[in-house]
């Protein structure tokens, strides 16, 4: 009798075990994936084109050396998915961390025209620092 009660018992913490560890460790996988996401969709060409693109906008001689925005650095650390959707970043202008831009980044789909190229295409809003919009004259 009693190694019977021994063995239910055993039996039932197995099960009690996986009922919490499978759910965690599906957690813990889905994290790993939004994170390689994040990382690849980061480093892609595309979101250097957006930043570059906004850049521009802002400072018509951006990225030269008549520009007042000689160089960007994306803060990869600072990558975070967005609740909206998304991801939220910032960006640091010639290499002062006090002008900075906050990004959150959109990937999307324009379903309306599927003969378009399938790269990638973003929306995004940025918030800027005020040290940024005295550089650019804002």
């Known amino acids: 009798m009693f190694k019977q009660t021994r063995k239910m018992v055993t039996i039932s913490l197995l099960i009690l075990f996986a009922i919490i560890c499978f759910p965690l460790y599906q957690y813990h996988q889905t994290q790993q994936e939004i994170e390689a996401e994040i990382n ?7 979101v250097h084109a957006e930043i570059e693109g906004f850049l521009l906008k802002e400072d018509k001689q951006a990225l030269t050396s008549k520009g007042k925005i000689q160089s960007y650095e994306i803060d990869y650390s600072s990558a975070r998915p967005n609740p909206m959707g998304g991801i ?4 640091y202008i010639n290499g002062d961390r006090e002008i900075y831009l906050k990004f959150a980044l959109s990937k999307h789909t324009n379903r309306e025209d599927s003969s378009q190229s399938s790269e990638d295409r973003f929306s995004y809003s940025v918030s800027i620092s005020e040290k940024f919009q005295q550089l650019v004259g804002k």
């Not at 690849?40 to 595309?46: D, E, F, I, K």
């Not at 939220?88 to 960006?91: A, D, E, H, L, R």
Request: aromatic share 10%; net charge positive; glycine share 0%.
């Open 40 to 46: 690849r969709t980061m480093h892609s060409p595309a």
């Open 88 to 91: 939220m970043f910032t960006v």
